[in-house]
């Protein structure tokens, strides 16, 4: 059996397999290329951090990301760059179907963004800086070295702040991400898999590699007998004539969502009849987990404490939501699926599962989590703000919100479908007029039908419903990026430079 | 009960009348691709027997695939194809069709071979340019536009009384909140707000067909099993070195492509599909498709036809049609949901049924004993089905906002208050439906 020291950790990108959470002090930084010659000899040298573990662990990183436009600007031939999906190279904003799917309209719509919301604005390359605590200003130093200035210009330095291991509104934050099976013991044979685990084959994260379909997912692969460079990079699994432009790289979604604070804490007050316990009750049937983090999902297991329930869990014990809401955030953003509605006690019982039969009308309503799920990098910005001192009326006006970041293999299939089909979606497992309590716009449907309500399903009977929620979070801005593999941003920098400066 | 039809009248388009044709059909839109209910040339929205209904220019955009079988693809002329689902009988349709937009109709058929504007027979001539379906989906057989606009209604109406009463009278009462709710119902019937109209009596005629159908085929199946048999093991292995042998295409689709297609779509909670491309050449694919399709409209009629399709519950309508003399194959639905996630929900859920009717279709992705792989090789299997989808010019659904799930929950609504409850736990269960 391999170890998880034989994966090419070296080749990866860090953030691929660390959160850098000690790291407190960040600088995300949006860059254009002005001398594309410059950036690959700044970039020749860059000290990007790779995914092999160091003991004691790093006090600085960084990490790099790149546009299709940045891309190709750099010179990387359309031919590479036409083996990307059609998201990364039309972009996040790009296609107006694309922003109704993501419920970027209204509010969030790309016309009113800061940045990213048309192809002008599309920044080339993203940098990810991480430093321990008050170094991020000499680290910003060190990385910019000689070549840095005249490659590149500073289009914005996104805002971050630490604020603890919470949300702007709270609540703890990445307390869900899925286990990377890097040595891919787990099987993705649909028998196998009725139930929901939290592993994930590598190939939903990383490119190159099995994804939960037992498939590579798209990626650019280059011919090394026309190529002469490519020879650097290392060979697709699939394919081995060919060499992989994409393996050990990942795509790297990008959005500035602004969270309303004040607004959220001060309308669950007003709704909670200002009464304390009855505003976090609220707040936590919309989040789907308590302030300090733990599930609503009744503990089922005797003898295990609520405590450890903060990632083992499912919703199975609560298919109607009586514990958690159906239509609570978390549950929306991770439904915690299997490949069945529920585990298939033989060969007879499974086959009368997969023709559909016994099930209630608002069963199996829902997609196998595992094809949609998302490993979130995001940090947050802007002053911390205790529930307590939100709904006070002078509470302080201030931009507070999180830079979104979340890695995957394929963006349609898991950040699109997540976005669509589960937070932005009003008919999300069968709920009525509700949208994502937290993340959700507020646009009424084309026939007029609202989504501005939230429904906690009650046991005694009747729903208990909370009309017209304010938008509480808008989306500031965001991009599709491509996060390379070390070997390939080798290439990257080779390119020769007469292909530079002609994009598209 | 009202059974529900369908009805396809396709004809050829006209030599240079295209972009015409085209244009005419999207002055019928109010958005890419969505019917203005009240448009001039066919007012949709007047009907009342009309679930969906759409226009569509069928081009055969992926002719050129089946050279890859060493066959040179037959010639195929633009045809524009009109089709719809409905309540009770097709030829009443067409009558009230023709009352009510017989101007609008001639305009658009004008721009078809073998129409002319002046004295033509509208109704002899789309009987004559109209094809039955090789196998047709109800979501719900006998579930009327009528009755889903009053069931819409009637839980519209609950769910805004229901909470002003709810604290009042105790939401742990819940008979007493049920009798609450039933003479609040019967009060707005009285001052007519609230319509609950009885199902109409099923047609005999029907009734008499269905039973024939329903013993019928397993009947004949039964009667042909020995001779059945023997033919199975022969076709499977047939089959079987098909599936080896036949070329897999993976070819990407254009984002032009890509672009006209998702331009109409999720602007509201369902979709449109309809795909269009050649049956793989030789008598054992197109056998094979003709038989799976008659069993799957056998069990569309008799076993899914109360609100899922195995594992489905997005799908409103769809249908299945030989055309061109069987060379080629259209597919229409009306689903809930994206585009991505009806994939994904296939992929998941329903690979093994999409890979027993489309694995016979050119392009699609390698299955193994037609059950196996095929929609579960991701990419190719997207590919090919965004490459054969072909745009629909014009599409109506009479009930905007409401997926499938939401109306069987409305229908199970008018039954509590059709059928009382006989427990408090079946109260308590109805409650929280609205």
């Known amino acids: ?504 | 009960m009202t059974p529900q039809s369908g009805f396809m009248i396709v004809a050829a388009v006209r030599d240079g009348q295209l972009k015409d044709l085209r244009d005419l059909l999207a002055s019928m839109n109010n958005l890419p691709g969505h019917a203005d209910p009240d448009n001039e040339l066919i007012p949709f929205g007047k009907f009342e027997r009309v679930h969906f209904a759409r226009f569509v220019i069928i081009e055969a955009r992926t002719a050129q695939e089946i050279r890859e079988f060493g066959v040179t693809p037959r010639p195929w002329r633009p045809a524009l194809a009109f089709l719809g689902d409905i309540d009770g009988d097709m030829q009443t349709f067409l009558l009230e069709l023709i009352e009510r937009a017989e101007p609008g109709l001639k305009k658009i058929f004008s721009h078809c071979e073998g129409f002319s504007e002046e004295n033509q027979d509208l109704l002899g001539w789309m009987n004559a340019n109209n094809i039955n379906a090789g196998a047709n989906y109800v979501n719900w057989i006998g579930r009327t536009v009528r009755q889903i606009h009053e069931e819409a209604a009637l839980h519209r109406s609950l769910s805004i009384y229901l909470p002003k009463i709810a604290d009042d009278v105790g939401r742990e009462n819940v008979r007493a909140l049920r009798q609450k709710l039933l003479s609040y119902v019967e009060m707005e019937k009285y001052k007519g707000r609230l319509t609950l109209t009885p199902p109409e009596p099923t047609p005999p005629e029907w009734k008499m067909r269905n039973l024939l159908h329903m013993i019928g085929i397993p009947l004949i199946l039964l009667l042909l099993s020995p001779l059945l048999l023997v033919i199975a093991l022969i076709f499977a292995l047939r089959l079987r070195m098909l599936e080896r042998s036949d070329p897999e295409l993976f070819i990407r689709p254009s984002r032009e492509h890509l672009a006209e297609l998702t331009v109409q779509e999720d602007q509201d909670v369902s979709n449109q599909y309809s795909v269009f491309g050649d049956v793989k050449p030789g008598p054992v694919r197109l056998l094979t498709f003709k038989f799976i399709l008659l069993l799957t409209d056998y069990v569309a009629r008799h076993i899914y036809n109360h609100g899922f399709l195995a594992r489905i519950k997005t799908i409103h309508f769809a249908r299945w049609v030989f055309m061109d003399n069987n060379h080629r194959i259209f597919f229409a639905s009306n689903y809930d949901g994206s585009h991505e996630s009806y994939m994904d929900d296939f992929i998941n859920k329903v690979g093994w049924g999409l890979n027993l009717t489309f694995t016979n279709g050119v392009g699609y992705p390698t299955t193994r004993w037609i059950v196996k792989e095929g929609a579960n090789r991701e990419h190719a299997f997207k590919y090919t089905q965004r490459r054969h989808q072909i745009p629909t010019e014009v599409w109506y659904k009479a009930y905007p906002g409401l997926t499938a799930v939401d109306l069987a929950r409305n229908s199970r609504i008018r039954q509590g208050v059709e059928i009382r409850q006989s427990n408090d736990a079946e109260i308590r269960e109805w409650l929280s439906l609205i």
Request: net charge negative.
């Open chain 1, 1 to 504: 059996m391999k170890e998880s020291s034989d994966f090419e950790f070296d080749d990866l990108q860090g953030l691929l397999r660390f959160g850098y959470g000690k790291l407190t002090d960040t600088s995300f930084m949006l860059l254009n290329i002005v001398n594309a010659d410059l950036a690959k000899k700044w970039l020749e040298t860059a000290p990007v951090s790779n995914a092999v573990a160091q003991d004691p662990p790093p006090e600085t990183a960084l990490q790099i990301a790149f546009s299709v436009e940045g891309l190709r600007t750099l010179g990387l031939e359309e031919s590479v760059v036409e083996g990307f999906s059609d998201e990364f190279i039309v972009g996040m904003a790009g296609d107006e179907s694309r922003s109704r799917r993501l419920g970027d309209v209204g509010s969030n719509g790309p016309p009113q963004w800061k940045w990213g919301g048309n192809a002008v604005q599309v920044p080339h390359v993203l940098l990810l800086l991480y430093a321990t605590r008050g170094r991020i200003n000499a680290w910003q130093k060190t990385i910019e070295g000689e070549y840095f200035s005249g490659a590149f210009q500073l289009l914005q330095e996104l805002p971050t702040l630490h604020i603890g291991d919470i949300e702007p509104f709270g609540f703890p934050d990445s307390v869900s991400q899925p286990t990377v099976d890097w040595m891919q013991r787990q099987s993705t044979d649909t028998h196998e898999r009725d139930r929901y685990s939290n592993l994930l084959a590598p190939g939903e994260i990383v490119l190159g590699y099995r994804n939960e379909y037992g498939q590579y997912t798209a990626r650019p692969l280059i011919d090394s007998r026309k190529d002469k460079l490519a020879t650097m990079l290392p060979g697709a699994e699939d394919d081995p004539s060919l060499k992989d432009f994409g393996r050990n790289g990942t795509y790297l979604v990008l959005r500035q969502l602004s969270q309303d604070v004040p607004g959220f804490w001060q309308f669950l007050d007003q709704v909670a009849d200002h009464i304390p316990e009855k505003r976090e009750q609220l707040a936590a049937a919309m989040v789907g987990r308590e302030l300090d983090g733990t599930p609503l999902v009744p503990a089922h297991i005797p003898g295990i404490s609520r405590k450890e329930y903060e990632n083992d869990f499912t919703y199975d014990p609560d298919p109607k939501g009586n514990y958690c809401p159906l239509g609570a955030h978390v549950r929306r953003s991770n439904p915690r699926t299997g490949d069945l509605p529920t585990s298939a006690c033989g060969p007879l019982d499974r086959l009368i599962k997969i023709l559909g039969f016994g099930q209630r009308p608002d069963e199996d309503l829902i997609a196998s989590s595992r094809f949609h799920r998302l490993l979130r990098r995001g940090r947050t910005y802007g002053p911390v703000l205790a529930p307590k001192d939100a709904i006070k009326p002078d509470a302080p006006v201030a931009e507070r919100g999180i830079q979104f970041i979340c890695l995957v293999g394929n963006i349609s299939r898991q950040f699109e479908f997540v976005q669509n089909a589960w937070t932005m979606n009003s008919k999300f497992d069968g709920v009525q007029d509700e949208k994502d309590p937290m993340l959700g716009n507020r646009e009424p449907l084309m026939s007029g039908e609202s989504t501005d309500h939230f429904n906690s399903p009650d046991p005694s009977g009747p729903m208990r419903t909370i009309c017209h929620l304010p938008q509480f979070v808008t989306t500031l801005g965001g991009g599709y990026f491509f996060m390379p593999g070390l070997r390939a941003l080798k290439y990257i920098s080779a390119l020769p430079a007469n292909r530079t400066g002609s994009p598209s």
